[in-house]
């Protein structure tokens, strides 16, 4: 268990194309510095009618904004926001950690060595990082706070099964997030240009 001091610094009604969900702000205070993370719950995710599905999602500007086909993180969200509306309870927990943590301007100069030939991982090893500097000690206690300790989590991630578990949340089952892979996204945006010409 991390020695992180939670803060809720607000929270909201929160209406959304993927249902009504409720949004909240915290502020994590450790000896590391202060970290920021934005919850979305939809529904009772109290576990007397058993473990919620939860995304714990990492910030991605180019992805989850700009809709970078370099990654697909924005399908992810989207699919996981799907998943959680259809169950009609869960919750989102969105971590400024851009760029596996790495900070977004680091994740440009990653871009330009992967243009380079280098894949993620050796080009944020290029630059002098770990492959993957995320830490889960904050979606952790989050999760705490909404006295949730057993998840089922949707992530092709297992390190974050561990790294969850570490922090104190037991993780039920782990349900993958099945996205299309990137060349038939890329596929589909050209298709769909071609077709509506300057209206796309």
């Not at 099964?161 to 996205?179: D, F, K, T, W």
Request: some cysteine; aromatic content about 8%.
């Amino acid at each position: 268990m991390s020695n992180i001091e939670l803060r809720k610094i607000a929270e909201a009604d929160f209406p959304s194309k993927f249902g009504h969900f409720r949004i909240y702000g915290f502020e994590g205070v450790s000896p590391a510095g202060v970290e920021e993370a934005v919850a979305l719950r939809l529904g009772d995710v109290s576990l007397a009618l058993g473990p919620p599905l939860v995304r714990i999602h990492s910030q991605c500007l180019t992805g989850d904004v700009f809709h970078s086909l370099r990654c697909d993180c924005c399908a992810q969200l989207e699919l996981a926001l799907e998943q959680i509306a259809q169950e009609g309870r869960g919750l989102i927990i969105y971590e400024n950690q851009e760029g596996r943590g790495i900070g977004l301007m680091n994740k440009l100069r990653a871009y330009e060595l992967q243009d380079r030939g280098l894949d993620t991982v050796e080009a944020n090893e290029q630059l002098g990082f770990k492959a993957d500097l995320r830490d889960y000690a904050l979606p952790g206690a989050v999760l705490q706070w909404f006295q949730v300790d057993k998840v089922r989590l949707l992530s092709n991630n297992p390190d974050k099964v561990a790294a969850l578990e570490a922090a104190g949340v037991q993780v039920v089952e782990r349900a993958p997030i099945i996205v299309p892979p990137l060349e038939t996204t890329a596929e589909y945006l050209r298709i769909k240009k071609e077709k509506l010409g300057h209206l796309f």
